[in-house]
Each structure stands twice: as C-alpha cells, then as structure tokens.
C-alpha cells in the first residue's frame, strides 16, 4: 500500500515563480525522501531528510518535514522549464523499501 | 558511475503468456529492488534482496511473479502468465546502506504492455 499522499495532484506555473507540493503520511518514519520523474524516464533523487530534522536545502530545493503532523513539503524555488516533471515522497522506514505516494505533476509554463 | 541497468525497456505480450525482465544493480550495491508503477501511479515496492537473499516480498503476487538474484548481482523477475493489470512499468532500483540513509538508484525500467 502507499503511505504518502501528495497534494496538489496537478500544478502549473509560470518559469520564474515558486512551485510548492505536500505530502502527507500515516506512520513513524526514518527518513522522507523526494524523487523526480520527468516523463518516460526512471526516477531520481532529489533530497533526504532524516526524521530529526525539519528542514533542509539542495540548490533550489527546500524541504520541510514536521513529524507531529506526519507531512513535508517540497519547494522548488526560480522554476525553469526543466523543472517540469512528476514529483514523488517517498518515505522510509527502515529495513524495507520506499512507500511512495501518487505524485504531483509540475508543469513549468515559458 | 555506470547506472542501474535495466532490459528490455519495452515489451508487448498477450494475456497469459510469460515475461522476464533484467536488471543490472550499481556495482557494488548489496541491496535490489524491484518496483511495479502503473500509469498515473507512484511506484509499489513488488521485492528486495539484501545480496541474494529476499528481505520483503509481501506484496510480490507469488502466484505468478518470481523474482531472483543469483550470486548477489543481477536479477531477474517474471511474470507468468500475465494478466491485462500488469500493464505497467517495471522499474530496479539499488542501494548501499550509507550514513546519510537509503538513497535509491533507479534504472530506467522496463514498460510491459498487456493486450
């Protein structure tokens, strides 16, 4: 079964503004991870956030995690048309593989 | 760093014939996964090996898919016979147990059409 749930389901923004997705999830975690997929292609991670910490940054990425509320959010600052992709959480939590959720699909207009 | 490897990254079979995919982990990684993601959907672990020995199939459909991986390296998994609702992408990924946790390396998968 899938543990994150993604929210928006669909986003759609203009190139240079800020794209924001959550993720929600049911049970104590390790680490929450995030991975892009642009389409036809495999996956590819983007971040890691241990379940002690509550926010970190990759270059245009910052990820929040709030363990009370069990949900993240990922934000991707200054998008670019690269950026359009589908966006997953993916959460771990410990000896087995990745729950992932549904995705939220970025579309990044020029 | 040669990726995760992966073949073939297209097949088309009838329903009930059988299907076996390939996978090349990262040289190195003691740990493989196989994931199954349907269109529209996030990917469902299906199995994972820690060297050759299964760690979690819970939600491997045992009986018709199969999965192995002789001498800790490549693996293999198999479906027969196929059903319609196995229509989708089948996707390896591996892993080292690191510090910083469980980074997953996926390869590119393989799309599996039913008809």
């Known amino acids: 079964s899938q543990q994150g749930e993604e929210d928006p389901q669909a986003l759609s923004i203009q190139e240079g503004e800020n794209a924001t997705m959550n993720c929600s999830y049911k049970?104590?975690?390790?680490?929450l991870q995030w991975y892009r997929q642009n389409s036809g292609r495999g996956l590819v991670h983007l971040i890691l956030?241990?379940?002690?910490?509550r926010e970190k940054h990759s270059g245009r990425l910052r990820v929040t995690l709030d363990t009370s509320k069990k949900s993240s959010s990922l934000l991707i600052t200054a998008s670019r048309a690269a950026d359009t992709a589908s966006y997953f959480c993916?959460?771990?939590?410990?000896?087995?593989?990745?729950?992932f959720g549904a995705g939220t699909t970025v579309t990044v207009r020029a | 760093e040669a990726g995760v490897a992966q073949s073939p990254r297209y097949k088309i079979i009838e329903k009930r014939q059988s299907v076996a995919f390939w996978c090349n982990p990262i040289s190195g990684h003691a740990t493989l996964y196989w994931y199954q993601q349907i269109l529209g959907q996030g990917p469902k672990l299906l199995i994972q090996?820690?060297?050759?020995?299964?760690?979690?199939d819970s939600q491997l459909p045992k009986d018709r898919f199969s999965a192995e991986r002789l001498k800790g390296v490549d693996s293999t998994l198999k479906i027969q016979p196929a059903k319609l609702e196995d229509s989708a992408v089948y996707l390896c990924?591996?892993?080292?147990?690191?510090?910083?946790?469980?980074?997953?390396?996926f390869g590119p998968g393989t799309r599996l059409t039913v008809l």
């Open positions: 993916a959460t771990d939590g410990g000896f087995r593989g990745l729950s």
């Open positions: 090996f820690q060297n050759n020995g299964v760690v979690d």
């Open positions: 956030i241990r379940s002690n910490e």
């Open positions: 049970t104590s975690i390790n680490n």
């Open positions: 990924a591996s892993s080292t147990p690191t510090g910083s946790g469980n980074e997953q390396f």
